[in-house]
């Protein structure tokens, strides 16, 4: 430790930016700095595709475990101030423009990194922070965790030696901190490798419980079905644009694809249908008026015959599905109403094709 650093250790508590995703790794990365005494935030950057928040709370599935945000929950069990920034905007050119690609799906995921870690980077300048954590291990993720596109993150983000990976550091050059005194280099861990069993013996240790699933990620551009329903509406509409209540409608209900001219989101139980009604007014829409059913929106400018096919569809989810007629309310955009008297398909007149 040179004389500034010791200086600096004695006049002001190190402090450190963690980014904190919800997940165990970020939880286990915090509490190793918070040990050795550095004062540490968390920061979220939300960027519209994040799992978090929205899908836990309008969904009723699993009643009996309390719906929570888990980057909060972090937050929470570490006893520090998380920053959630909104970065919707600024992920557009990540997410269109990926200069490293997309994994298995639309995940830019090596590019994603490094924007958070540019990100967190000027937020730790703005603040008088001294160095960034993060939760990742060499190894641990295809893409992004791999010990030859670590330093492309470190490189690209402009981070360089002010990134710290404690779970894994000891299998990587020292960084700023360890190199200055202010993090103690033995204390820190050499994960490695896809197994999460250290990291879950470590929350033990620690006494963490009913944290996230160790490798459920936190971002829905890692789900095969999520991308899927992103490119569809990308080429339906003829172009990449997107709002964030076009996000959030891809990760809610069934989407069914009968036709290029239209697009059904039928709601699969309560909390969807209360979500869907509130876009009733945006999008044509229908419903079953004789039974119990679903309400379904309508994306895109189907004809007639489309809204007879869709009426039938709508009708196999209802609960007159074994009928041999179901009345269907159908309201268009313009404001127009008419109720179609539909049999109901069968599972098999479903295409298999249609399903998004």
Partial sequence: MNNYSKELKMNRQIKAVSLISG?????????????????VEGINFFTGFCIEGHTHAIRKQKNNKQKRNNALWVAEQLGIKLHIIDVIEEYRSVLLNPKHGYGKNMNPCLDCKGFMVKKAKQWMAKHSFDFIITGEVVGQRPMSQRRETMPIIQAESGAYDLLLRPLCAKHLPETKAEIEGW??????????????????ALAKRYGFEDYATPAGGCCFLTDKQYSNKLVDMWQSRGNREYQLDDLMML?????????????????????????????????????????????????????????????????????????????????????ITQTLSVKPFSSDEIKKEWMI
């Fill in 251 to 335: 990760k809610i209900g069934r989407h069914i694809r009968p036709s290029p001219r239209f697009k059904m989101i039928i709601a699969r139980e309560e909390g969807e249908v209360k979500f869907l009604e509130g876009y009733r007014n945006q999008y044509a829409n229908l419903h079953p008026i004789s039974c119990n059913g679903p309400l379904s929106l309508i994306d895109g400018k189907p004809n007639q015959q489309d809204l007879t096919i869709a009426a039938k569809i709508l009708a196999r989810y209802s609960q007159g599905r074994e009928q041999d007629s179901v009345d269907v309310k159908v309201k268009l955009d313009s404001g």
């Fill in 23 to 39: 997940g165990l790794d970020s939880l286990l990365s915090s509490k190793l700095l918070l040990d050795q005494d550095i004062h």
């Fill in 183 to 200: 993090v103690d280099r033995t204390k820190l861990l050499d994960f490695s490798g896809r197994s999460r069993k250290p990291q879950m």
